[in-house]
C-alpha cells in the first residue's frame, strides 16, 4: 500500500528575502508544525519542495515541476503552503491547479495563513474571498515588481545604481564603487594599445598567450570567484573576449547601464534596447584609457558588417566540436570549406592546433558511421512492433465511475426525502466514496500507463522511420542531422564521436 505523503512546498524570490517572515526557515517551521498537528502525519511520509530565489508569476521553477509530476502520478495525498502566494502569484494558473488538476488526482491543498483546506470545499472553489486572495497576489507581485523597477531606474539616473559584478580591470571599493584593479588593469590598456596599432583580435590573443597572462575567467577564479567555467580555458584568450573588452565603453570612465529589458514580469528573456534609452553617466569612475584611445583601437580593429553577404546553411551547423579541447569548430568559408579549431591558433603546443578537416569529407564520414550503424544492428527491414493497447478497459472504468456518481446522487436524494437517516447516509456514502476513490485511482493508473504506451510506440515508429531513411538515403541530409544528431567531436586524426539526440536508437549494436 502507498504512503500516504505530505508535501510542503516553500518558495522564496529575491524580493521576498528582505522579509524574515518568508525565510525559508520560518516557512519550513510553519508547515512542518501544521503537517505534524494533522491526523493523517502518523504514517506519513513529509517531504519539503523548495524553490530558492524563483518568481511566482509562472510555474517554471524546478521543485514546483517536480511537485506537480509527483502529484500526476498518484503519488501525493497532500500540499501544504504557507500562503496562496508561495504558491503562485498567477491567479488564472493557480486556480487551475486548486480547482481543476489537483481534485482529479485526489490532492488535497492547504494554505496555512489563508486559512484554506480544499477538503472542506468538495465541489466548490472556495468562493469570493479565495478568488480575491488569487487576484490581490497577483496584483501584489506585479505591483512591487513595477515600483522596485522604478526605483532601479532612479537610480541609474543619478549614477547611484551599479552591478554587482565589476568588467574586468575593476575592482568593488571600500564604498561599493568601481575602482581600477590595477594588474587586470594594465591587461587591458595592453589590448587596447595593441589594437590602436592595427593588431587583430586573434593576434592580440596570441601575444596575452605567449606572455602566460590568465583569461579574465581564471584571473577571477584566482582570487575565489569561481562563477566562471575555466576548465577549457586552459590559459587561451578568445577573440570574443578581447572584441568585447574593446567595445566596452566603461573603461572610459563612462558608465552605461539598462541596456536590456525583460520582456515579462518573472521571466528571464530580454532584449536589447535602443541606445537612446540607455542610461549613459560620463566621469563616473575612474578610466582605464583615454577616449582617444578607445577610439583609435575601434578604428584600428573594426569589424565591418556586409548586409548582403550570403548566409550559408550547413547540415551540421553549431553541432560540429574539438574532441580534444571541447571547442565548437569554426567554419571557413573558401573554395573548399572547411573547419578548424579556432581555440588553439594562439599555441602550437595544444595536440587540436592546426586541426581542419573539409566540411563535406566530415559529413561523408557521419553518413558512413550512420549507414555502418543501420548495417549492424540489423533493423533498416523491420517494422515498428505494435503493442497491445492499454486503454481498452479505460471506458470500463468510465462506466463504472459515472455508476457510482449516480449511486452517490440517489443516496442523497433518499437522505433528503427522509427515506434514510443521517447515520445510515454518513455510513453508506463513505462505502461509495472509497470505492470511487479505488476506480478513479485504477482509472489515472491506466490512463498513464496508456500514455506511455503510446509515448512507446510514437519512439518506435520514429526510430525505425529515421532507420529507413538512412538505409535509402544518397547521403546526410538536414533531416536526419536535425532529428538524429546532437553532437559530432572530431580528433585530429579525423576519427569522430556522434553523440546522438534519440537514445538507443541503434540499440542492437555493442
Keep these: 500500500m502507498q504512503t500516504y505523503m505530505i508535501a510542503l512546498y516553500i518558495r522564496l524570490s529575491l524580493e521576498d528575502s528582505k522579509y524574515d517572515s518568508l525565510s525559508i526557515e520560518n516557512q519550513k517551521l510553519i508547515l512542518n508544525e501544521f503537517a505534524l498537528s494533522m491526523p493523517e502525519a502518523a504514517n506519513a511520509e513529509i517531504r519539503e519542495f523548495i524553490d530558492n530565489g524563483f518568481s511566482g508569476t509562472n510555474f517554471e521553477r524546478p521543485s514546483v515541476q517536480e511537485l506537480i509530476e509527483l502529484v500526476r502520478e498518484n503519488k501525493v495525498d497532500c500540499i501544504i503552503v504557507k500562503d496562496f502566494s508561495r504558491f503562485g502569484r498567477n491567479s488564472l494558473e493557480v486556480g487551475y491547479f486548486i480547482e481543476r488538476v489537483f481534485p482529479l488526482f485526489h490532492t488535497r491543498f492547504i494554505s496555512v495563513s489563508d486559512s484554506f483546506d480544499s477538503s472542506n470545499f468538495k ?9 480575491f486572495k488569487y487576484l490581490i497576489s497577483e496584483y501584489y507581485s506585479r505591483d512591487m515588481s513595477i515600483k522596485t523597477k522604478s526605483a532601479k531606474y532612479a537610480k ?33 590598456r595592453l589590448i587596447f594599445e595593441l589594437a590602436a596599432k592595427g593588431t587583430t583580435a586573434a593576434k592580440i590573443t596570441k601575444e596575452l598567450r605567449r606572455r602566460s597572462i590568465p583569461t579574465p575567467g581564471e584571473y577571477k577564479a584566482a582570487r575565489g570567484n569561481r562563477t566562471h567555467d575555466i576548465s577549457r580555458t586552459g590559459g587561451i584568450w578568445s577573440s570574443s573576449t578581447v572584441l568585447r573588452i574593446l567595445d566596452d565603453e566603461r573603461y572610459t570612465g563612462t558608465y552605461v547601464i539598462g541596456k536590456r529589458s525583460v520582456l515579462e514580469v518573472g521571466g528571464t528573456k530580454s532584449r536589447l534596447k535602443d541606445r537612446d534609452k540607455w542610461y549613459i553617466i560620463p566621469d563616473h569612475h575612474a578610466a582605464l584609457v583615454s577616449i582617444e584611445l578607445f577610439e583609435q583601437a575601434k578604428q584600428g580593429i573594426r569589424r565591418y558588417s556586409i548586409p548582403s553577404k550570403k548566409q550559408h546553411d550547413y547540415l551540421l551547423k553549431g553541432k560540429i566540436l574539438c574532441g580534444c579541447c571541447d571547442h565548437s569548430l569554426s567554419r571557413v568559408m573558401q573554395k573548399t570549406p572547411y573547419y578548424h579549431c579556432r581555440h588553439s591558433d594562439a599555441d602550437s603546443a595544444i595536440r587540436c592546433h592546426g586541426m581542419k578537416i573539409e566540411i563535406a569529407e566530415l559529413e561523408q564520414l557521419v553518413f558512413d558511421v550512420l549507414q555502418k550503424l543501420v548495417e549492424v544492428s540489423g533493423e533498416s527491414g523491420k517494422g515498428a512492433q505494435n503493442s497491445t493497447p492499454t486503454s481498452d478497459s479505460l471506458p470500463e472504468y468510465e462506466t463504472q465511475i459515472t455508476a457510482i456518481q449516480d449511486d452517490k446522487m440517489r443516496l442523497y436524494e433518499r437522505f433528503i426525502s427522509g427515506e434514510i437517516n443521517g447515520e445510515e447516509y454518513k455510513a453508506q456514502k463513505e462505502v461509495l466514496d472509497a470505492s470511487l476513490i479505488k476506480v478513479k485511482s485504477a482509472h489515472a493508473a491506466l490512463t ?16 525505425q522511420a529515421i532507420i529507413q531513411e538512412i538505409a535509402k538515403a544518397d547521403g546526410l541530409n538536414a533531416s536526419i542531422a536535425d532529428t538524429l544528431i546532437e553532437k559530432v567531436y572530431v580528433f585530429p586524426d579525423k576519427r569522430i564521436e556522434i553523440v546522438y539526440k534519440i537514445k538507443d536508437i541503434f540499440d542492437t549494436v555493442v
Design 123 to 131: 465541489g466548490d472553489t472556495g468562493g469570493m474571498d479565495v478568488a
Design 156 to 188: 541609474m539616473e543619478r549614477g547611484e545604481y551599479q552591478s554587482k559584478i565589476c568588467p574586468y580591470g575593476y575592482r568593488k571599493s571600500a564604498d561599493g564603487r568601481m575602482e581600477p584593479d590595477e594588474e587586470a588593469a594594465a591587461v587591458v
Design 448 to 463: 498513464t500507463q496508456a500514455k506511455q504506451a503510446q509515448e512507446h510506440r510514437a519512439e518506435q515508429v520514429q526510430r
